[in-house]
T-cell receptor, first 116, second 111 residues
Framework: GENVEQHPSTLSVQEGDSAVIKCTYS??????FPWYKQELGKGPQLIID?????GEKKDQRIAVTLNKTAKHFSLHITETQPEDSAVYFC???????????????FGQGTTLQVKP | GAGVSQSPRYKVAKRGQDVALRCDPI?????LFWYQQALGQGPEFLTY????????KSGLPSDRFFAERPEGSVSTLKIQRTQQEDSAVYLC?????????FGPGTRLTVL
């Protein structure tokens, strides 16, 4: 089954700097990779996702890159702001037999702190 | 529009009590997922519904856990004879495609 590893577990940056979080996955058949942001006391919020037929996707200050050969994908946040401080999770679908029921396997999470 | 809602937001139970956690998905979403999130960890899959059919319950940790979605909308996760190791945040997510949208979760504390 799918296994997702996420690094680093904590990341501290100065406001305005960039932050990069990396994940690796094990199932080469995985084809969808979402990133979630979770603030204290709230549920995970989808911030960006990428499908396996593209290598990069951007949305304002956030971008995700995918390397299918190496089976890893990364979240890039530029011009970080204090409100970016949260826990970030990557995920990949666990395929169930020949179908994809969509259940997600999550990484261990990265606590991002942006210092003003 | 309204997102996924869950109730109660917090639940304290004595060991051995039964609890029921409710999820109201986004209207029209066919797929509904339950996840369990332990402190400091990522969410872990429990079970999946497509409309009223429970297609995957491989993540339920024991037969004390039971989920239903009788009319294909609201779902209830029931935990019988709660144990301390059941303490966690229980998250519900709904989807009409690839994207899963999560509710705020129910924090269960078993004393």
């Amino acid at each position: 089954g799918e296994n997702v590893e996420q690094h680093p577990s904590t990341l501290s940056v100065q406001e305005g700097d960039s932050a990069v979080i990396k994940c690796t996955y094990s199932d080469s058949a995985s084809n969808y990779f979402p990133w979630y942001k979770q603030e204290l006391g709230k549920g995970p919020q989808l911030i960006i996702d990428i499908r396996s037929n593209v290598g990069e996707k951007k949305d304002q200050r956030i971008a995700v890159t995918l390397n299918k050969t190496a089976k890893h994908f990364s979240l890039h946040i530029t011009e970080t702001q204090p409100e970016d401080s949260a826990v970030y999770f990557c995920a990949a679908p666990r395929l169930h037999g020949s179908s994809n029921t969509g259940k997600l396997i999550f990484g261990q999470g990265t606590t991002l702190q942006v210092k003003p | 529009g309204a997102g996924v809602s869950q109730s109660p937001r917090y639940k304290v139970a004595k060991r051995g009590q039964d609890v029921a956690l409710r999820c109201d998905p986004i209207s029209g979403h066919v797929s509904l997922f339950w996840y369990q999130q332990a402190l400091g960890q990522g969410p872990e899959f429990l079970t999946y519904f497509q409309n009223e059919a429970q297609l995957d319950k491989s993540g339920l940790p024991s037969d004390r856990f039971f989920a239903e979605r009788p009319e294909g909308s609201v779902s209830t996760l029931k935990i019988q004879r709660t144990q301390q190791e059941d303490s966690a945040v229980y998250l519900c997510a709904s989807s009409h495609g690839r994207e899963q949208f999560f509710g705020p979760g129910t924090r269960l504390t078993v004393l």
